[in-house]
């Protein structure tokens, strides 16, 4: 499928209602989700190299993986998708919640507000090593207000909602009636066919001189360029699909995956009949930051980079690129988006 810009405003798709009659092992075909109004794409099952030896140690070893076939949301839930959501349930976002500061020890009384971690744009370099330097914890934030209680959504319902803990994702994906994908789900479908290629588009980061996806250009985190039009979030499918007719699946938000983080990936196997099926990545009890022995809280996989990651500084917007996140982290450059299973089928 050629690169062509994804918009759920543009592109023309079946109903739902077809899904079962549609699925064969062609990639691409998109169908309509009524329930959440999110397009859903097909990607037929297959086996691929997943990981990169060439970048961060994290993404090592490149070993084999085989996935079934599943729908996958054409991009990231929007702030009017999950409006949706919360009008229909009632959800009330972990950011939305008050803390127990049991559960953050040492934490100042100032920061036990609901709110949520928010970017903030720096004047002059800074030290790279300290994330406080550019993350503020901001009480009031929330996915109705991105950048704290004075802002707030207005002309960014087709954005991809953020501040999004994973128990959101993962409630919004129930009321859906879908998951959140696997690591091994995520990255297969992000390659759109390309197996081994850096990026979702081949190995060419601007191929041509054409931006292809919302990342930071400049230093950072103080000189962003915006040759790419965005200082944060862009609306969903303002860059060209990949190959499955995916959009943003690099750049504009990090998104959830349902599996615990480890520091590597498991070895290549040995012979082909070994290659794991549908896996689901590691135990839990691995997954807490051993630099943060106090502080147990599980992490779960994101994938994809955000509007954030630079080349000099963060080359995480690619199909490899994997990133530890604490389950209960709402960050103003977190999204997610859902897949639905052979059988989950409506």
Known sequence: MPATLCSPFLTQHE????????????????????????????????????????????????????????????????????????????????????????????????????????????????????????????????????????????????HPVVHVAYEDAEAYAAWAGKDLPTEAEWEYAARGGLDGADYCWGDDFTPGGRIMANTWQGAFPHENAMLDGFAGTSPVGAFPTNGYGLCDMAGNVWEWTSDWYAA???????????????????????????????????????????????????????PAARQPQMIDSAMSHIGFRCVIRKGREP
């Not at 807490?288 to 994101?302: E, G, L, S, Y």
Request: hydrophobic share 35%; proline share 12%.
């Open 15 to 158: 109903p739902l209602g077809t899904m079962t009659d549609v699925v064969t092992d062609a990639p691409g075909q998109a169908i309509d989700d009524p329930r959440s109004g999110a397009g859903v794409v097909w990607i037929p099952g297959g086996t691929f190299r997943m990981g990169s030896d060439r970048h961060y140690p994290e993404e090592r070893p490149v070993h084999r993986v085989t996935v079934d076939g599943f729908w996958i949301d054409t991009h990231p839930v929007t702030n009017a998708q999950f409006a949706r959501f919360v009008a229909e349930t009632g959800h009330v976002t972990v950011a939305e919640r008050p803390l127990d500061p049991a559960d953050y020890p040492g934490a100042l009384p100032g920061l036990l507000q609901p709110g949520a971690l928010v970017f903030r744009k720096t004047e002059h370099a800074v030290d790279l090593r300290d994330l406080r330097n550019w993350w503020a914890y901001v009480p009031g934030a929330c996915w109705r207000h991105p950048e704290g209680p004075a802002s707030d959504v207005s002309g960014r319902a087709n």
């Open 264 to 318: 590597r990936h498991p070895t290549d196997a040995d012979k082909p009949c070994c290659v794991p099926l549908n896996p689901h990545g590691p135990a839990r009890d691995g997954s807490f930051d051993p630099r943060q022995p106090t502080i147990q809280i599980p992490r779960k996989v994101v994938k994809g980079g955000s509007f954030l990651c630079a080349p000099s500084y963060c080359q995480r917007y690619r």
